[in-house]
């Protein structure tokens, strides 16, 4: 895979938080995003981002470590300051010749580490994540073997669940809803508005009556799931998602409950976290079997009028203007 195949280049344009701020240590740390292979290390105090590779011998920094607030590779000892400027090669007094390291924004934000490929006048602002009045959140890091597309239309549309979570979220019956959509060149956001509650078991365990569901995809990747009842908001789950490779994508979770004077926040999230861990494991292993068949049979695929955020979403993340689908009342 070469460093330019991302199948959607404009995405390079904007932030992706890549890691949390405490897992940063002394050592170089590797990752991927948009299928290029990065390293970030701190120098200095600094948080420093760089091509995963030593111009010398393109033996990857991130097996290297830090030597007097420098980037060392691992092969030949060759050194690099914050500004990925090569300051020492062993043998020499000065470095023996010029060399420059290939470096990306970063900034430290909400305890996390955002990275952003292009940085020009083109570059985006960085999307934050909400902090929401009255709610407590838990977030943890999660990955699925999918691409972008797929992984954000799964937990954008609920066409999928009376089969892949059948008893969890649904079980026997049908569920209709009303459907609007709203876009614009950012973002899609579908308001479902349930004429029946859903039925599986999370439903009877924690739904006190959701009558209203608004899921949103912010560009480059923030899922918002909102699920209201009377118009409150009683539970929010978001996820951030980081391309990190065409076939791959981690994502930050965080999942919202209202606080409670009852039952403490961490008994709360740990009865809940089961159940959400089980969803997470049936979405992985439906969405490993997509992607499969996308290396199989390339992206040849029948768009259908119950497809409520599959066409959006794709016209986005190719960077096209989306169209929005009409109003409509459908029976799962």
């Given at each position: 895979m070469t460093q330019t195949s991302f199948c959607y280049p404009h995405l390079q344009r904007y932030w992706y938080p890549v890691l949390s701020q405490n897992q940063l240590g002394n050592r170089p740390h590797a990752f991927q995003l948009l299928d290029r292979h990065l390293v970030l290390v701190r120098l200095s105090g600094k948080v420093c981002c760089f091509l995963d590779s030593c111009p010398h011998r393109r033996v990857p920094l991130s097996l290297g470590q830090v030597e007097q607030g420098r980037?060392?590779?691992?092969?030949?000892?060759?050194?690099?300051?914050?500004?990925?400027?090569?300051?020492?090669?062993?043998?020499?007094?000065?470095?023996?010749?010029?060399?420059?390291?290939?470096?990306?924004?970063?900034?430290?934000?909400?305890?996390?580490?955002?990275?952003r490929l292009q940085d020009d006048e083109g570059s985006a602002p960085l999307v934050a994540m909400p902090e929401i009045n009255g709610m407590s959140y838990r977030q943890e890091y999660r990955h699925v073997d999918c691409g972008m597309f797929h992984t954000a239309e799964n937990f954008l549309d609920p066409c999928h669940t009376p089969y892949i979570h059948r008893n969890l979220l649904r079980q026997s019956g049908e569920q209709s809803m009303h459907i609007t959509q709203q876009v614009d060149s950012e973002r899609v956001i579908t308001d479902y508005a349930l004429h029946q509650r859903q039925n599986g078991w999370i439903n009877r365990l924690f739904d006190r009556g959701i009558d209203r569901n608004l899921a949103r995809f912010t560009l480059p990747g923030m899922i918002e799931l909102d699920y209201y009842q009377q118009q409150r908001l009683v539970f929010k789950t978001l996820l951030y998602l980081i391309p990190h490779q065409s076939e791959r994508t981690g994502m930050l979770v965080r999942v919202y409950l209202p606080r409670s004077r009852v039952l403490p926040d961490s008994l709360r999230f740990a009865l809940l976290k089961?159940?959400?861990?089980?969803?997470?494991?049936?979405?992985?292993q439906i969405l490993a079997i997509q992607q499969q068949a996308r290396q199989r049979y390339g992206e040849q695929y029948v768009f259908s009028s119950t497809d409520i955020v599959a066409k959006p979403l794709w016209q986005l993340l190719h960077g096209k203007l989306p169209q929005a689908g009409q109003p409509r009342d459908i029976v799962l």
């Amino acid at each position: 895979m070469t460093q330019t195949s991302f199948c959607y280049p404009h995405l390079q344009r904007y932030w992706y938080p890549v890691l949390s701020q405490n897992q940063l240590g002394n050592r170089p740390h590797a990752f991927q995003l948009l299928d290029r292979h990065l390293v970030l290390v701190r120098l200095s105090g600094k948080v420093c981002c760089f091509l995963d590779s030593c111009p010398h011998r393109r033996v990857p920094l991130s097996l290297g470590q830090v030597e007097q607030g420098r980037l060392q590779c691992r092969y030949h000892g060759w050194q690099f300051d914050e500004q990925g400027e090569l300051q020492h090669t062993p043998g020499s007094k000065q470095p023996a010749c010029r060399a420059r390291l290939r470096r990306f924004a970063v900034q430290e934000f909400q305890g996390l580490i955002w990275v952003r490929l292009q940085d020009d006048e083109g570059s985006a602002p960085l999307v934050a994540m909400p902090e929401i009045n009255g709610m407590s959140y838990r977030q943890e890091y999660r990955h699925v073997d999918c691409g972008m597309f797929h992984t954000a239309e799964n937990f954008l549309d609920p066409c999928h669940t009376p089969y892949i979570h059948r008893n969890l979220l649904r079980q026997s019956g049908e569920q209709s809803m009303h459907i609007t959509q709203q876009v614009d060149s950012e973002r899609v956001i579908t308001d479902y508005a349930l004429h029946q509650r859903q039925n599986g078991w999370i439903n009877r365990l924690f739904d006190r009556g959701i009558d209203r569901n608004l899921a949103r995809f912010t560009l480059p990747g923030m899922i918002e799931l909102d699920y209201y009842q009377q118009q409150r908001l009683v539970f929010k789950t978001l996820l951030y998602l980081i391309p990190h490779q065409s076939e791959r994508t981690g994502m930050l979770v965080r999942v919202y409950l209202p606080r409670s004077r009852v039952l403490p926040d961490s008994l709360r999230f740990a009865l809940l976290k089961p159940f959400m861990n089980l969803l997470f494991r049936q979405d992985k292993q439906i969405l490993a079997i997509q992607q499969q068949a996308r290396q199989r049979y390339g992206e040849q695929y029948v768009f259908s009028s119950t497809d409520i955020v599959a066409k959006p979403l794709w016209q986005l993340l190719h960077g096209k203007l989306p169209q929005a689908g009409q109003p409509r009342d459908i029976v799962l």
